[in-house]
T-cell receptor, first 109, second 115 residues
Framework: GQNIDQPTEMTATEGAIVQINCTYQTSGFNGLFWYQQHAGEAPTFLSYNVLDGLEEKGRFSSFLSRSKGYSYLLLKELQMKDSASYLCAVMDSNYQLIWGAGTKLIIKP | DTEVTQTPKHLVMGMTNKKSLKCEQHMGHRAMYWYKQKAKKPPELMFVYSYEKLSINESVPSRFSPECPNSSLLNLHLHALQPEDSALYLC??????????????FGAGSRLTVL
């Protein structure tokens, strides 16, 4: 079966750093995506990894290890507006997105 | 234009009503998607159109009927829905449906309530 695991909820402090992990087991692999979704809004694209390593984009970075079936999203200098759900999704061998259940990130002042 | 536009934003309908959700994009994307999302759950794929042809139907009940009139428009026709169909319906588009870096751009969603 296909499975993506990520923590249900995390809490962090404004100005700090948080790492959201995602592990996956899928039928094939054509890349891993991270999306941000604020409550009641549509998901917005954050990052795409298809090769091992770290991709940095401003305050957000995403890491992939294909051999371990593992990714993380690193958020630095946290701001209150970063409070949202973060969805990990893997594109399988049929180019279909398999979604994790999402991690709700709560930022406290 | 880098947006996917969905209308209406909110819809309340009875179980005997017929209504439609509409989605439009002008990014030249050739794949368009309908997703259903319940609270605190990830999006659930319903349909995929690729080059205006239905390529994926994830065993969706026939009370949901998709239509792709042209490469920019996607409709979802609703008939005889059940209260459990109440959810956020998300439209998305991507350059095509069969490449790796297939980033989905989502619309803001249509929040549907079935009474």
């Amino acid at each position: 079966g296909q499975n993506i695991d990520q923590p249900t909820e995390m809490t962090a402090t404004e100005g700090a750093i948080v790492q959201i992990n995602c592990t996956y087991q899928t039928s094939g692999f054509n890349g891993l995506f991270w999306y941000q979704q604020h409550a009641g809004e549509a998901p917005t694209f954050l990052s795409y990894n298809v090769l091992d390593g770290l991709e940095e984009k401003g305050r957000f970075s995403s890491f992939l290890s294909r051999s371990k079936g593992y990714s993380y999203l690193l958020l630095k200098e946290l701001q209150m507006k970063d409070s949202a759900s973060y969805l990990c999704a893997v594109m399988d061998s049929n180019y279909q997105l398999i979604w994790g259940a999402g991690t709700k990130l709560i930022i406290k002042p | 234009d880098t947006e996917v536009t969905q209308t209406p934003k909110h819809l309340v309908m009875g179980m005997t009503n017929k209504k439609s959700l509409k989605c439009e994009q002008h990014m030249g994307h050739r794949a368009m998607y309908w997703y259903k999302q319940k609270a605190k759950k990830p999006p659930e794929l319903m349909f995929v159109y690729s080059y205006e042809k239905l390529s994926i139907n994830e065993s969706v009940p026939s009370r949901f009927s998709p239509e792709c009139p042209n490469s920019s428009l996607l409709n979802l026709h609703l008939h005889a829905l059940q209260p459990e169909d109440s959810a956020l319906y998300l439209c998305a588009s991507s350059q095509d449906g069969s490449s790796g870096a297939n980033v989905l751009t989502f619309g803001a969603g249509s929040r549907l309530t079935v009474l």
